[in-house]
C-alpha cells in the first residue's frame, strides 16, 4: 500500500485497515478498527487528517487539508467516491453519501444520520430506516463499523 511520509508528517495508521490501493500521504491519523478502501486517497501533505475509530472511507473517495485547517472525521461512513475537503468536521454518527462533496468548513453534527449529497436512493434506508419510505422496522440499532462486523481486513 502506498503511504508516504513528508519531512516530518508522518501518517499513524494501523496497516491492516489500509487496502493495499489507496494511498495515504503525510499528516493522516487512522483510528483502530477503521477501514479504508480501494483508490482513496488522504492528502496530508500540507497539514492535519484525523479519522476517528471503526470508520468506512469507501472506495474512490478524496480527503484533503491545509496547512492552515484541519480535515477531522469522526466514527462514521464516508460513501462511495465522495469529496471531503479541508476545515470539514463530519462527527461521530453521521453519513456522507455516496459521491457527496463536504466543503470547507462544513460541520456535521454529532451522532445525526445525515447525509450530503447523491444519490437520493440511499437516503431513506439511512435517514428513515424505520419509517414509511424504507418500508420496514427491525428495531435493528445503526451502526457504523468500518466493516469490522463483516470481518473486512486487509492485512
Do not use: K
Not at 472506495?59 to 496547512?67: A, L, M, P
Not at 492552515?68 to 454518527?93: E, H, K, M, P
Not at 440511499?122 to 468500518?146: K, R, W
Request: glycine share 14%; net charge negative; proline share 6%.
Amino acid at each position: 500500500m502506498p503511504v508516504y511520509a513528508l519531512g516530518d508528517r508522518v501518517p499513524t495508521i494501523h496497516p491492516e485497515a489500509i487496502h493495499p490501493d489507496a494511498v495515504v500521504i503525510g499528516s493522516v491519523i487512522i483510528g483502530t478498527e477503521s477501514s479504508v478502501r480501494p483508490t482513496a486517497v488522504l492528502r496530508g501533505d500540507s497539514g492535519r487528517i484525523e479519522i476517528g475509530e471503526r470508520t468506512s472511507i469507501q472506495d474512490g473517495t478524496i480527503v484533503h487539508t491545509t496547512e492552515q485547517w484541519a480535515t477531522v472525521i469522526g466514527s462514521c461512513l464516508i460513501g462511495f467516491g465522495s469529496v471531503v475537503l479541508n476545515r470539514a468536521v463530519v462527527r461521530t454518527g453521521s453519513v456522507v453519501a455516496a459521491q457527496a462533496p463536504a466543503g470547507p468548513g462544513v460541520d456535521r453534527t454529532h451522532g445525526a444520520l445525515t447525509r450530503m449529497g447523491l444519490p437520493d436512493m440511499v437516503t431513506p434506508l439511512v435517514v428513515c430506516p424505520a419509517g414509511e419510505q424504507s418500508g420496514y422496522s427491525t428495531g435493528a440499532e445503526f451502526v457504523v463499523d468500518g466493516g469490522v462486523t463483516a470481518g473486512v481486513r486487509y492485512a
